[in-house]
């Protein structure tokens, strides 16, 4: 192992520290295998990764991107990336995305990808294999790293206009694991169980650093299954799950024979609101209490969270927790949400987006909500045309780009429809081009052909749920499209298909 790190390295001084006092503490298993991660398998894994990334040619404060699959594998290339004063940008691994991802890697401005995966035609960065370095065959790190501190770096679709730039350092990572920590009492006993995306902000903050943080350990699920879960949460001995309300709407029925184990001390729900009769039926049905969170990538994964040990109510995220937030509307009325606080960004990286702050520095979120009498945050939903499915928030723009290339289609709107599983979906409508009074088997070879473009170019969450063709798309004196006659239904709809 490296020699001590200086106070400059936070993160890697806890990875050492854990790593000697929690040795053969597990850190992290993988749900689907046997494998399982020691403190200090960790230790050794990071310094390995960390002799890696300066082999390459990686120097501190430079931007290194993420793209592995392997959950066991990316949690020890994040955390040794992040350790070495790189800013880490996680990428989506799945095959479909991977041109996505590196065209989003450059606009993250990344040009060293370690990956699992060959690149993609059309990538312009350098891509490195996740298990191409072999320490026992390269020389000791004897040097010291520059006193960078790093962190990840995210953004917004790059398919919208100019993305958002966010980057977070490892002191804002850190200090928001452990709020978390300190808000759902967590203890070296506890054993999470995480089935959300490592590239995104909540799992990489609430599962892989609030867990390393306080010493427990976490179960790591490549995605969300439904079969079988409480059979496989009950034998990993799990006392807590991460997840979003579209996996809690599936678990809400219990199956026959299925009985959640009286150790899950809750759910914590994040990145999408949790509706109150979904809240009340999760626990009625099931008996586990559901622990309601108010995040956003921008304040490091979290803003309020649902109180432990008092009232939890449903509908509400509960209070503020480390993050000041402040609603723009008198006591108990709806207005704008802004926060503000040591783990919230105050610029973003990408310009064009300095209207996002007031003039005192607080961040504009973008929601709506209140506060009731007892400090509650309740939200009612967003001022933008943002689709939250199941807490993957999707920027129409991406779909229609891709659908306005198939042949017959003139014009494309994306909108949301609310879903009782994921909350809301995208769905589609179309304006062909030429005449649009074909007969009916014209028109479902045409959604067909949408189909079968949608299912070739776009991941499954980001398909439209629906197609619905129009003989003219509602717009302004402009051309800019009405999406809210869409939304509302006020349109001829000439045929419509489910897909």
């Not at 993957?392 to 003139?410: F, M």
Request: hydrophobic share 40%.
């Amino acid at each position: 192992m490296e020699s001590p790190p200086s106070s400059l390295d936070p993160l890697l001084s806890l990875i050492h520290l854990q790593a000697r006092v929690r040795a053969s503490d597990v850190y992290l298993l993988d749900a689907r295998s046997e494998r399982t991660l020691s403190y200090a398998a960790l230790g050794e894994r990071v310094d390995e990764h960390r002799h890696a990334l300066r082999s390459w040619g990686l120097k501190s404060g430079e931007r290194v991107g993420l793209v592995v699959g392997d959950t066991l594998t990316f949690a020890e290339w994040f955390l040794a990336g992040i350790s070495f004063g790189a800013w880490v940008a996680p990428l989506d691994p799945t095959p479909a995305s991977a041109l996505a991802s590196a065209t989003r890697a450059a606009t993250l401005g990344v040009s060293l990808i370690v990956s699992e995966a060959r690149a993609p035609e059309g990538s312009a960065q350098e891509w490195m294999s996740a298990d191409s370095f072999d320490p026992e065959h390269a020389e000791a790190v004897t040097e010291e790293i520059e006193p960078s501190r790093g962190g990840i770096i995210l953004s917004s679709s790059g398919t919208t206009g100019t993305p958002k730039v966010m980057a977070l350092s490892v002191d804002q990572l850190l200090a928001t694991a452990e709020l978390i920590v300190e808000h759902h009492r967590f203890l070296p006993s506890d054993r999470g169980f995480n089935p959300l995306p490592l590239w995104h902000v909540n799992a990489e903050v609430v599962g892989l650093l609030s867990t390393l943080c306080v010493g427990a350990s976490l179960v790591l699920d490549e995605r969300f299954h439904r079969t079988d879960f409480w059979t496989l949460v009950n034998g990993f001995d799990v006392s807590w799950i991460n997840a979003v309300p579209a996996i809690i709407a599936r678990l809400a029925n219990l199956n026959e024979g299925e009985a959640p184990s009286r150790a899950i001390r809750f759910v914590r729900s994040a990145s999408a609101p949790l509706t109150p009769s979904l809240f009340e039926r999760f626990e009625a049905h099931v008996g586990v209490p559901v622990i309601q969170s108010y995040g956003m990538t921008e304040a490091a994964s979290q803003i309020c969270v649902s109180p432990i040990d008092d009232v939890r109510k449903a509908g509400s995220v509960g209070r503020p927790a480390g993050v000041e937030v402040r609603v723009l509307a008198q006591p108990g009325e709806v207005g704008p949400i802004e926060i503000t606080g040591p783990t919230v960004i105050t610029r973003y990286q990408s310009p064009g987006y300095d209207e996002r702050f007031s003039e005192d520095g607080w961040l504009r979120t973008g929601d709506l909500g209140f506060f009731d009498a007892d400090g509650y945050l309740f939200i009612v939903g967003r001022n933008d045309d943002v689709i939250n499915r199941g807490g993957e928030k999707i920027y129409p723009l991406e779909i229609e780009e891709i659908l306005t290339t198939v042949e017959g289609v003139a014009r494309v709107a994306v909108v949301g429809r609310e879903d009782e599983v994921f909350g809301h979906v995208p769905v589609a409508f179309i304006q062909p081009t030429g005449d649009v009074a074909m007969n009916e088997s014209e028109l479902a070879e045409l959604v067909e052909r949408v189909r079968a473009h949608a299912s070739a170019r776009l991941p499954s969450t980001r398909r439209p749920m629906s197609v619905s063709i129009l003989a003219e798309l509602p717009a302004h004196a402009t051309g800019k499209i009405q999406n809210a006659h869409l939304r509302r239904g006020d349109v001829d709809v000439v045929y419509e298909e489910r897909l």
